[in-house]
C-alpha cells in the first residue's frame, strides 16, 4: 500500500478553512504514516488541550478571536509540518501527495464538528446561566 501525505501547504489551508480540529487531524494522519506513533501521541496530548481552550476563548470572546485563532493555527500547523514532517520534494521522492478534495472534505467535516461544538458550548452556558456579563 502507497504512503500518502499531506504537504505543509495542504496543512496551512486545510486549518485556515477548516479549524484547529483540521490541524489535528491533518499532523496525526502524517505521523501515522510516517510510522511516528510517539510524535502522534505527542501531538494529541499537546494540542487537544489547547484546543479546548481555544473553544472557550472563541465561545467567551467570539467576534474578536475566532478568525485569528484558525489563522494562527494554520501558520503553526505548516510550521510543524515543516520542521517535523517531510518537505514537498521529499515527500514525493518517498510517498505520494494526498488529493486536494481529500483536504477540502476533512477541512469540511471538520470544521462543521468545530460549528457545533461551538454551538453545544455557547447552549450549555447560555442554559446553566453563564453569560458574558458574568466574567
Do not use: H
Amino acid at each position: 500500500m502507497e504512503k500518502t501525505l499531506y504537504t505543509s501547504r495542504q496543512i496551512f489551508w486545510g486549518t485556515l478553512f477548516g479549524g484547529p480540529i483540521t490541524l489535528i487531524y491533518l499532523l496525526v494522519q502524517n505521523f501515522r504514516v510516517l510510522e511516528k506513533p510517539k510524535d502522534a501521541q505527542k501531538t494529541l496530548n499537546i494540542a487537544l488541550p489547547i484546543t479546548l481552550a481555544l473553544l472557550l476563548l472563541v465561545v467567551i470572546i467570539p467576534m474578536r478571536i475566532s478568525s485569528p485563532v484558525f489563522i494562527a493555527c494554520a501558520v503553526a500547523g505548516e510550521g510543524i509540518a515543516r520542521n517535523k514532517q517531510f518537505q514537498k520534494s521529499a515527500i514525493l521522492e518517498e510517498c505520494s501527495l494526498q488529493p486536494t478534495w481529500k483536504v477540502v472534505l476533512v477541512a469540511s467535516a471538520c470544521l462543521l464538528a468545530w460549528g457545533v461544538t461551538c454551538f453545544l458550548a455557547i447552549f450549555f452556558l447560555e442554559i446553566t446561566g453563564f453569560t458574558i456579563e458574568a466574567i
